[in-house]
């Protein structure tokens, strides 16, 4: 009986997925039933009964009520029964503990993108720590996608201009593959993700240091991720106009003038402090609105957006 | 072998029975259901516009409030006797045809189309009013006196239900000028209106769904 | 009107009679537009209601259900009773949708605190951020 | 629209009612012919055409996914290769085929009457659908379509190609099947040959009436969606667009709206053509006519409301998912009560295994399957699992492919000979017809497992570890694709013989089969009178046509 779920389903690797997986087999069963039942009368019949002489009279058989009632009746308890089912996994499965560790997702055509609760980013690759209850809060960019996990057994389309959620909870540790189930254009297919269920340990440490790719990367690369992923973007552009900041190009080496009248060598350091603390030193012609990025930045991504803006000549 | 049933079927009967009725009466029940049919599917294709019209109601109020101060209550109205009038000239016309009145069927038709052609007047200043304004559907809107951008639906909704109410109504006109024409030539009695009846049934639809329209779009607040 | 079959002249006066009840309804309807029962969905009330009459009106007397057979009229009704349905249910949806804007972003989705969290599409055109179910809260 | 019936219409001698339909006219007359069942075979051929297009895309979609990555052709073509496949398949092919075309031959002789109610509305419905057609292939080739036979909103507003296009064919399309629903439906009212009471209508017509209804009230839906979906694309009017404050969500109830009711617009007609087939190739009484005969009404009132179940993971409340899930499964029983009765009828029939009845046993068969793999798609949390993958895919081509089709080539079998006048080859008949069941089980039956093991439907591209079912299923395509190539081989070769069909090769009892074959083009000399149900096989025949046997 398991192995032969094993042979149809994905792994079960979430709470629920056995739930989904019982109802599955239940009405695998019933409906193989009534389909032996139906195949089995069809064929024999067809063959019992098979012409054998032209031109004779058959029975009048019309109709049978008590027949006719059975035949309805049955199935009609049998399918109210796999409503409820159904109904209440469903309603289970898409209520969301309190203690769920929330991240939001972003589709975009082609790319999935997290965000986690302490900021951290990440592209096309989700890590959860498991045994956790996981909330996904789930936009999109520009069409519909759908996030799907098929071993949790979960899928939810997503909607741009609005946020839906997605629950669930991991119980085996280990790489999940996740799919777009919604057509979304050319790269439908491809906009697949990793989830990397990772024991708590390990999710914290991944928190901490990021994805491995993120050491792969050349320093202005990754700078450049940052720029985007991050949201440097809505502020400052990388062509010398200006917008809500001061644009990047060409700043590095230059000399800023501040409000207060003072200036300095725009060099790391100062680029760092930017960042971190971007209020001590407010450049002359902006407001003071950029926040702060301590502890939403790795070391790692500071030095890769020093090195990104120093590129940018 | 079957002349006889031929010679039945061919007696005295009148030219504007088609071969695959048995009487007129058959023809003429059967046309009225056709024609009820179609009024069916226009009900339900008009129906699609006030459904989501009705939901995007529900989920910007503001907008639709905002939206519809910009429509003229008293054209509106105007145009709605004009409707209801040519409704009842229509009717008229229809019973005229069924009672042998040909030039009282004339004048009615003449009235309808009198009708329907100030109500495509007063529409075509309303629209040019609009456009003066800016208030123009989706993209194109360009008004510039405020209120919540939402408004650019409610007009999109405006359009496209006026518009192709509008069509209808010029569909309607073609086919009221089309039976003027034959009931000028004679060729309605009480014995066979069935057009007549029929674009009475089409016009009155018309009517029927401005009778929604009309609060719908100019009243509600 | 008709001065020429007795029978018809009674059909006529008929047709004059809803006509003149129609105007007067159109009247009504206008003029209640203009007063405010308090609450805008009774008025919506009152307008749809109004034109419901002046429909049946029409449909009953001008389009002559009261003496057709009733198929015709059956077909008419089943219409309306389909596009109730159409309505129906995409508004049961519309309206019970809350679960989906998630709890703790009800505030949050506001454009001002959007810094935190993905930004909300079409670059923070205000309007067109959490579209419908968040709308009428 | 009123002219089509009011207008004088000339008799000629009366000899001239004598010659069959066929040969009644020039060629150059069809084109212009009001003659149900000359408008009948030229659907009959658009759509034929229509499905070999279909089909051929088909075999490209399958034939690209072969093995992952390219294949054959780019993601792009792939895209738009399989959103034409959709679309020929639903809007030009199954809508219109068994209505438009075995109903318009055979639904007015099976009542007793001369032609359908509006005859040149028939022929107006005819080159409004070939008006779409060509629209149709029009943005084929200027851009080509890639949104997926749904359309679904923002994708569908903002991707490049021929939309607008192609959604104004599908609009359209859509007048076509209204104005031949409103055609049947009356006719079904008043032309009923005297003695033919509603119960003693052949339940071939009570299917069609019941998809007739649908036709009428969910089609005018579809054209509304569709031009509002115009109308955003070209002006910008937001109703979907969430970037101009419109709800994605509120298509898909609109699209589904009609597109729920669409399915049964397929499948009714299919049941029809069973429901003829088994009573006449098994000589025996209809089992449950009433209970068969009020199914069909019951199944098309109940599919207006549960659209929603395409929507389960679509973001529309749980509410609305869980009133929707249950009215699904109320669906089911009607067709339970269907399936049952047919089963019934066959029991101490004298069956014969002829083409039609071959394709009748394989209806039974595969409606089982497709119609309970639906059980698992209406219930809401295993379709969570199975929504948007192969599950899915293969569930809706056995209840479309594997049903509608089949039924198709059935009831085109068991009408041919009257259609044409001629027999075809019965053993090739027969051996087609067994390999396109083996084609057709070897295609779809991987395609379950594939989507409960998590392939996503729409994909040009896919993971390793599902290649081999994938291989599986391209194979069964090509024996799929033999099987109809042998059929189209043998009716075109029947068509080059001499009349050849007697009057009632299957000794059925329905009127259509009491008179010649060909039939003459007033069908009948004098108006038959009705006395006996139609399915009276254990008593001896009483015709209701006097003098023909
Ligand atoms: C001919 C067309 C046709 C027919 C007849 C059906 C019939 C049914 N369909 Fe199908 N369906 C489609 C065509 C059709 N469908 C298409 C095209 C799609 C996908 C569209 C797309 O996304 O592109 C689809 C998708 C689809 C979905 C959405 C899946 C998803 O996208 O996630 C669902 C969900 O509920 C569903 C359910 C059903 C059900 C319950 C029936 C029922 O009517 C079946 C009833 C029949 C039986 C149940 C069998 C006979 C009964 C018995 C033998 C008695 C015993 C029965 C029991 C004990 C239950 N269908
Ligand atoms: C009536 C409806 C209908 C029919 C009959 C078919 C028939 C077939 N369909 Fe189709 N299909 C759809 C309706 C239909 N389909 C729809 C609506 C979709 C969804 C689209 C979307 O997602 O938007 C779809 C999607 C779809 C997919 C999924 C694509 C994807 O999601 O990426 C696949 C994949 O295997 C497929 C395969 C086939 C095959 C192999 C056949 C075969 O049965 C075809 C058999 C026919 C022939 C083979 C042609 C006839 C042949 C001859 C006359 C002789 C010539 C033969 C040779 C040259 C060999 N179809
Ligand atoms: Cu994103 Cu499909
Ligand atoms: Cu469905």
Redesign the pocket.
């Given at each position: 009986m398991n192995s032969l779920r094993d042979w149809m389903m994905p792994m079960q690797a979430s709470e629920h997925a056995a739930k989904i997986d019982n109802l599955y087999l239940f009405i695998f069963w019933l409906t193989l039933a009534f389909f032996i039942l139906i195949a089995y009368l069809t064929v024999a019949f067809a063959w019992k009964y098979r012409r054998k002489k032209e031109g004779v009279l058959t029975v009048n058989l019309q109709h049978n009520l008590a027949l006719e009632l059975v035949w309805s009746i049955i199935p009609l308890i049998l399918v109210i029964g796999i409503f409820f089912w159904g109904f209440n996994d469903y309603a289970a499965a898409s209520v969301a503990p309190n203690d769920a560790l929330e991240i939001h997702v972003t589709?975009k055509?082609?790319n999935w993108s997290f965000e986690y609760p302490d900021g951290t980013r990440s592209i096309r690759s989700l890590h959860v720590p498991v045994n956790k209850p996981i909330r996904l809060i789930m936009t999109s960019e520009d069409?519909?996608?759908?996030f799907f996990i098929p071993s949790m057994r979960v899928k939810q389309d997503?909607i741009p201009g609005r946020y839906v959620d997605l629950n669930f909870t991991p119980t085996v540790a280990g790489r999940h593959q996740v799919f777009?189930?919604?057509?979304?254009?050319r790269?439908?297919?491809g906009?697949m993700a990793d989830l990397f269920v990772d024991t708590p340990a390990k999710y914290a440490e991944w928190l901490e240091k990021g994805d491995e790719e993120l050491y792969k990367m050349k320093p202005a690369e990754l700078g450049k991720m940052v720029w985007e992923m991050k949201g440097c973007n809505s502020c400052h552009t990388i062509d010398g106009t200006k917008g809500e900041g001061p644009s990047f190009k060409g700043i590095f080496g230059k000399t800023e003038k501040f409000r207060d009248g003072s200036t300095i060598v725009v060099d790391e350091n100062y680029i760092r402090e930017s960042i971190l603390n971007p209020q001590a030193k407010v450049v002359a012609g902006f407001e003071p609105v950029m926040p702060t990025f301590q502890g939403l930045l790795r070391e790692i991504e500071i030095k890769g957006v020093i090195a990104y803006i120093k590129e940018l000549k | 072998m079957s002349s006889e049933t031929h010679v039945v079927e061919h007696g005295a009967e009148p030219a504007f029975r088609q071969h695959h009725f048995v009487d007129a009466e058959q023809q003429f029940s059967t046309s009225k259901i056709g024609m009820w049919l179609f009024l069916a599917t226009e009900i339900l294709m008009f129906g699609g516009l006030f459904v989501g019209y009705g939901l995007m109601q529900g989920v910007y109020p503001e907008a639709w409030v905002a939206g519809h101060h910009h429509l003229d209550r008293i054209m509106g109205a105007i145009n709605t006797v004009f409707l209801l009038c040519s409704s009842f000239t229509m009717v008229m016309a229809v019973h005229a045809s069924s009672t042998n009145q040909k030039s009282k069927t004339i004048l009615n038709l003449l009235f309808t189309l009198a009708f329907a052609a100030g109500f495509l007047v007063i529409k075509y200043f309303e629209y040019s009013h609009k456009f003066h304004d800016g208030l123009l559907p989706g993209r194109y809107f360009a008004y510039h006196g405020g209120g919540p951008p939402q408004q650019a639906m409610f007009f999109g909704f405006y359009f496209v239900m006026t518009g192709l109410h509008g069509f209808h109504v010029v569909v309607g006109m073609a086919l009221i000028t089309w039976i003027t024409i034959r009931a000028s030539r004679g060729e309605f009695s009480s014995a066979y209106y069935t057009p007549v009846d029929l674009v009475g049934l089409y016009w009155h639809l018309v009517d029927l769904i401005w009778i929604y329209l009309f609060p719908l779009l100019y009243l509600v607040s | 009107m008709s001065d020429h079959a007795h029978a018809h002249s009674n059909s006529a006066r008929v047709y004059v009679f809803t006509l003149a009840v129609l105007l007067i309804l159109t009247g009504i309807t206008v003029g209640a537009a203009y007063v405010n029962f308090g609450s805008s969905s009774i008025n919506l009330f009152i307008a749809v209601g109004i034109a419901t009459l002046k429909a049946s009106l029409v449909a009953l007397f001008f389009m002559h259900l009261r003496h057709d057979p009733p198929l015709n009229a059956i077909i008419f009704i089943s219409s309306l009773i389909f596009l109730g349905l159409f309505l129906l249910f995409p508004w049961i949806d519309i309206y019970s949708r809350d679960r989906v804007v998630p709890y703790g972003l009800r505030v949050q989705a506001q454009p001002a605190a959007a810094q935190k969290q993905a930004p909300a599409p079409a670059a923070g055109e205000h309007g067109a951020a959490p579209a419908p179910a968040a709308a009428h809260h | 629209m009123a002219d089509t019936v009011a207008s004088p219409q000339v008799h000629g001698p009366v000899g001239q009612h004598d010659v069959d339909y066929l040969h009644d006219g020039s060629l150059l007359s069809w084109l212009t012919t009001v003659d149900h069942k000359k408008l009948g075979v030229m659907y009959l051929w658009s759509i034929l055409f229509m499905f070999f297009l279909g089909g051929i895309f088909a075999l490209l979609v399958r034939l690209e996914l072969f093995a992952p990555g390219k294949t054959i052709m780019d993601a792009e073509t792939y895209n738009k290769v399989f959103t034409l496949h959709g679309a020929i398949m639903v809007f030009l092919f199954i809508i219109p085929s068994i209505p438009a075309a075995l109903g318009n031959f055979a639904l007015p002789i099976m009542l007793g009457a001369k032609d359908v109610a509006f005859p040149r509305l028939n022929l107006l419905s005819f080159w409004i659908y070939a008006t779409g057609a060509m629209i149709a292939v029009v943005a084929m080739v200027t851009g080509g379509v890639d949104t997926g036979w749904t359309f679904y909103t923002p994708y569908s507003t903002t991707t490049d190609g021929s939309v607008a296009l192609m959604t104004f064919a599908a609009f359209v399309l859509g007048f076509s099947s209204i104005l031949t629903g409103v055609n049947f439906i009356a006719t079904v009212h008043k032309l009923r040959a005297p003695g033919m009471g509603w119960f003693k209508m052949p339940l071939f017509i009570w299917g069609i009436y019941s998809t007739a209804i649908i036709q009428v009230l969910a089609t005018p839906v579809l054209a509304i969606t569709l031009l509002l979906l115009i109308m955003e694309r070209t002006f910008g009017v937001g109703v979907f667009d969430p970037k101009l404050g419109g709800d994605p969500v509120l298509f898909q109830h609109f699209f589904w709206f009609y597109s729920h009711p669409a399915v049964y617009i397929m499948i009714l007609p299919g049941m029809a053509i069973i429901s003829e087939i088994v009573p006449a190739m098994s000589q025996k009484t209809f089992f449950g006519y009433k209970a068969t005969a009020f199914s069909s009404v019951a199944i098309a009132i109940v599919s207006f409301v549960v659209w929603g179940h395409h929507m389960f993971t679509s973001g529309q409340s749980q509410l609305a998912g869980a009133i929707f899930s249950f009215l699904t499964f109320l669906v089911g029983i009607p067709s339970a009560i269907k399936v049952f009765n047919w089963i019934t009828t066959m029991y101490k029939g004298s069956i014969s295994l002829q083409a039609p009845m071959l394709y009748a046993l394989m209806f039974l068969i595969l409606f089982g399957i497709g119609g309970l793999t639906g059980i698992f798609l209406g219930a809401m949390s295993v379709d969570i699992h199975l929504h948007d993958t192969y599950f899915v895919v293969a569930h809706f081509h056995y209840v479309m492919m594997g049903s509608t089709v089949i039924a198709f080539f059935g009831g085109l079998h068991y009408w041919w000979p009257k259609m044409f006048g001629r027999m075809y080859n019965e053993t090739a008949a027969r051996i087609a017809a067994i390999l396109v069941f083996i084609g057709f089980n070897t295609t779809f039956l991987p395609q379950f497992l594939l989507g409960s093991r998590g392939m996503p439907r729409?994909y040009y591209n896919y993971l390793p570890e599902f290649q081999f079912l994938h291989q599986v299923s391209t194979v069964g395509s090509w024996i799929l694709g033999l099987g109809f190539l042998i059929m189209a081989g043998y009716l075109f070769a029947s068509l080059r013989k001499k009349f050849d069909a007697p009057p009632n090769p299957w000794h059925a009892r329905t009127l259509e089969w009491q008179i010649p074959s060909p039939p003459i083009t007033h069908n009948f000399h004098e108006v038959p009178v009705v006395k006996s149900d139609p399915y009276d096989y254990y008593r001896p025949f009483e015709p209701s046509v006097k003098g023909h046997h």
């Amino acid at each position: 009986m398991n192995s032969l779920r094993d042979w149809m389903m994905p792994m079960q690797a979430s709470e629920h997925a056995a739930k989904i997986d019982n109802l599955y087999l239940f009405i695998f069963w019933l409906t193989l039933a009534f389909f032996i039942l139906i195949a089995y009368l069809t064929v024999a019949f067809a063959w019992k009964y098979r012409r054998k002489k032209e031109g004779v009279l058959t029975v009048n058989l019309q109709h049978n009520l008590a027949l006719e009632l059975v035949w309805s009746i049955i199935p009609l308890i049998l399918v109210i029964g796999i409503f409820f089912w159904g109904f209440n996994d469903y309603a289970a499965a898409s209520v969301a503990p309190n203690d769920a560790l929330e991240i939001h997702v972003t589709g975009k055509k082609w790319n999935w993108s997290f965000e986690y609760p302490d900021g951290t980013r990440s592209i096309r690759s989700l890590h959860v720590p498991v045994n956790k209850p996981i909330r996904l809060i789930m936009t999109s960019e520009d069409v519909l996608h759908a996030f799907f996990i098929p071993s949790m057994r979960v899928k939810q389309d997503v909607i741009p201009g609005r946020y839906v959620d997605l629950n669930f909870t991991p119980t085996v540790a280990g790489r999940h593959q996740v799919f777009c189930a919604e057509y979304c254009g050319r790269d439908h297919s491809g906009m697949m993700a990793d989830l990397f269920v990772d024991t708590p340990a390990k999710y914290a440490e991944w928190l901490e240091k990021g994805d491995e790719e993120l050491y792969k990367m050349k320093p202005a690369e990754l700078g450049k991720m940052v720029w985007e992923m991050k949201g440097c973007n809505s502020c400052h552009t990388i062509d010398g106009t200006k917008g809500e900041g001061p644009s990047f190009k060409g700043i590095f080496g230059k000399t800023e003038k501040f409000r207060d009248g003072s200036t300095i060598v725009v060099d790391e350091n100062y680029i760092r402090e930017s960042i971190l603390n971007p209020q001590a030193k407010v450049v002359a012609g902006f407001e003071p609105v950029m926040p702060t990025f301590q502890g939403l930045l790795r070391e790692i991504e500071i030095k890769g957006v020093i090195a990104y803006i120093k590129e940018l000549k | 072998m079957s002349s006889e049933t031929h010679v039945v079927e061919h007696g005295a009967e009148p030219a504007f029975r088609q071969h695959h009725f048995v009487d007129a009466e058959q023809q003429f029940s059967t046309s009225k259901i056709g024609m009820w049919l179609f009024l069916a599917t226009e009900i339900l294709m008009f129906g699609g516009l006030f459904v989501g019209y009705g939901l995007m109601q529900g989920v910007y109020p503001e907008a639709w409030v905002a939206g519809h101060h910009h429509l003229d209550r008293i054209m509106g109205a105007i145009n709605t006797v004009f409707l209801l009038c040519s409704s009842f000239t229509m009717v008229m016309a229809v019973h005229a045809s069924s009672t042998n009145q040909k030039s009282k069927t004339i004048l009615n038709l003449l009235f309808t189309l009198a009708f329907a052609a100030g109500f495509l007047v007063i529409k075509y200043f309303e629209y040019s009013h609009k456009f003066h304004d800016g208030l123009l559907p989706g993209r194109y809107f360009a008004y510039h006196g405020g209120g919540p951008p939402q408004q650019a639906m409610f007009f999109g909704f405006y359009f496209v239900m006026t518009g192709l109410h509008g069509f209808h109504v010029v569909v309607g006109m073609a086919l009221i000028t089309w039976i003027t024409i034959r009931a000028s030539r004679g060729e309605f009695s009480s014995a066979y209106y069935t057009p007549v009846d029929l674009v009475g049934l089409y016009w009155h639809l018309v009517d029927l769904i401005w009778i929604y329209l009309f609060p719908l779009l100019y009243l509600v607040s | 009107m008709s001065d020429h079959a007795h029978a018809h002249s009674n059909s006529a006066r008929v047709y004059v009679f809803t006509l003149a009840v129609l105007l007067i309804l159109t009247g009504i309807t206008v003029g209640a537009a203009y007063v405010n029962f308090g609450s805008s969905s009774i008025n919506l009330f009152i307008a749809v209601g109004i034109a419901t009459l002046k429909a049946s009106l029409v449909a009953l007397f001008f389009m002559h259900l009261r003496h057709d057979p009733p198929l015709n009229a059956i077909i008419f009704i089943s219409s309306l009773i389909f596009l109730g349905l159409f309505l129906l249910f995409p508004w049961i949806d519309i309206y019970s949708r809350d679960r989906v804007v998630p709890y703790g972003l009800r505030v949050q989705a506001q454009p001002a605190a959007a810094q935190k969290q993905a930004p909300a599409p079409a670059a923070g055109e205000h309007g067109a951020a959490p579209a419908p179910a968040a709308a009428h809260h | 629209m009123a002219d089509t019936v009011a207008s004088p219409q000339v008799h000629g001698p009366v000899g001239q009612h004598d010659v069959d339909y066929l040969h009644d006219g020039s060629l150059l007359s069809w084109l212009t012919t009001v003659d149900h069942k000359k408008l009948g075979v030229m659907y009959l051929w658009s759509i034929l055409f229509m499905f070999f297009l279909g089909g051929i895309f088909a075999l490209l979609v399958r034939l690209e996914l072969f093995a992952p990555g390219k294949t054959i052709m780019d993601a792009e073509t792939y895209n738009k290769v399989f959103t034409l496949h959709g679309a020929i398949m639903v809007f030009l092919f199954i809508i219109p085929s068994i209505p438009a075309a075995l109903g318009n031959f055979a639904l007015p002789i099976m009542l007793g009457a001369k032609d359908v109610a509006f005859p040149r509305l028939n022929l107006l419905s005819f080159w409004i659908y070939a008006t779409g057609a060509m629209i149709a292939v029009v943005a084929m080739v200027t851009g080509g379509v890639d949104t997926g036979w749904t359309f679904y909103t923002p994708y569908s507003t903002t991707t490049d190609g021929s939309v607008a296009l192609m959604t104004f064919a599908a609009f359209v399309l859509g007048f076509s099947s209204i104005l031949t629903g409103v055609n049947f439906i009356a006719t079904v009212h008043k032309l009923r040959a005297p003695g033919m009471g509603w119960f003693k209508m052949p339940l071939f017509i009570w299917g069609i009436y019941s998809t007739a209804i649908i036709q009428v009230l969910a089609t005018p839906v579809l054209a509304i969606t569709l031009l509002l979906l115009i109308m955003e694309r070209t002006f910008g009017v937001g109703v979907f667009d969430p970037k101009l404050g419109g709800d994605p969500v509120l298509f898909q109830h609109f699209f589904w709206f009609y597109s729920h009711p669409a399915v049964y617009i397929m499948i009714l007609p299919g049941m029809a053509i069973i429901s003829e087939i088994v009573p006449a190739m098994s000589q025996k009484t209809f089992f449950g006519y009433k209970a068969t005969a009020f199914s069909s009404v019951a199944i098309a009132i109940v599919s207006f409301v549960v659209w929603g179940h395409h929507m389960f993971t679509s973001g529309q409340s749980q509410l609305a998912g869980a009133i929707f899930s249950f009215l699904t499964f109320l669906v089911g029983i009607p067709s339970a009560i269907k399936v049952f009765n047919w089963i019934t009828t066959m029991y101490k029939g004298s069956i014969s295994l002829q083409a039609p009845m071959l394709y009748a046993l394989m209806f039974l068969i595969l409606f089982g399957i497709g119609g309970l793999t639906g059980i698992f798609l209406g219930a809401m949390s295993v379709d969570i699992h199975l929504h948007d993958t192969y599950f899915v895919v293969a569930h809706f081509h056995y209840v479309m492919m594997g049903s509608t089709v089949i039924a198709f080539f059935g009831g085109l079998h068991y009408w041919w000979p009257k259609m044409f006048g001629r027999m075809y080859n019965e053993t090739a008949a027969r051996i087609a017809a067994i390999l396109v069941f083996i084609g057709f089980n070897t295609t779809f039956l991987p395609q379950f497992l594939l989507g409960s093991r998590g392939m996503p439907r729409r994909y040009y591209n896919y993971l390793p570890e599902f290649q081999f079912l994938h291989q599986v299923s391209t194979v069964g395509s090509w024996i799929l694709g033999l099987g109809f190539l042998i059929m189209a081989g043998y009716l075109f070769a029947s068509l080059r013989k001499k009349f050849d069909a007697p009057p009632n090769p299957w000794h059925a009892r329905t009127l259509e089969w009491q008179i010649p074959s060909p039939p003459i083009t007033h069908n009948f000399h004098e108006v038959p009178v009705v006395k006996s149900d139609p399915y009276d096989y254990y008593r001896p025949f009483e015709p209701s046509v006097k003098g023909h046997h």
